[in-house]
Antibody, heavy 112, light 103 residues
């Protein structure tokens, strides 16, 4: 079974940085695009970023371009999201996804 | 950009009704679309993947279809537990705006 387990969430001050991770198992990681999705409190679902199988193609929602970086380590079956210059609007549950399969999510709170 | 146009944004219905929600993708995304149900305070729940495949454990009153570039989620006979918000998503990419199904 596909398993996606996020980690690294927490409380960070505005302007700060955080890296969240996703450990993947139960499938051939190197064969799949991966992505991050988020949901802010009381808001809808928002796709954040995606990355292709070898990490050479990446795309981002406009609101995070230049601040967030998606990456992957295929040797470790892991996906990452480096988040810089965080603002309160980035407070959300962040989900690691592979097509229709999602992890349980990790909470990122940006607050002073 | 390939926006996902989901409609309607709100749908009023009654128990027993047949309801449909649509998402349109331009250009075509083949069958790479999923439907999710979400209730307040809960994580999204996968209903349909690959446009028309019913996720294990999801009631058979839910179905998905594709015609051209229009995806449809159908609930054949609404049950009280079905009142929620529904989203479509192109795999690894954008979501529709969401449809709130209300009494």
């Amino acid at each position: 079974d596909v398993q996606l387990v996020e980690s690294g969430g927490g409380l960070v001050q505005p302007g700060g940085s955080l890296r969240i991770s996703c450990a993947a198992s139960g499938f051939t990681f190197t064969s799949h695009w991966m992505s991050w999705v988020r949901q802010a409190p009381g808001k809808g679902l928002e796709w954040v970023a995606n990355i292709n199988q070898d990490g050479s193609v990446k795309d981002y929602v406009d609101s995070v371009k230049g601040r967030f970086t998606i990456s992957r380590d295929n040797a470790k079956n892991s996906l990452y999201l480096q988040m810089n210059s965080l603002g309160t609007e980035d407070t959300a549950i962040y989900y690691c996804t592979r097509e229709e399969r999602w992890g349980q999510g990790v909470l990122v709170t940006v607050s002073s | 950009d390939t926006p996902m146009t989901q409609s309607p944004s709100t749908l009023s219905a009654s128990v027993g009704d047949r309801v449909t929600i649509t998402c349109r993708a331009t250009p075509s995304i083949s069958q790479w679309l999923a439907w999710y149900q979400q209730k307040p305070g809960r994580a999204p729940k996968l209903l349909i993947y690959g446009a028309s495949n019913l996720e294990s454990g999801v009631p058979s009153r839910f179905s998905g279809s594709l015609s051209g570039t229009e995806f449809t989620l159908t609930i054949s006979s609404l049950q009280p537990d079905d009142f929620a918000t529904y989203y479509c998503q192109q795999y690894n990419y954008k979501f529709g705006q969401g449809t709130t199904l209300e009494v």
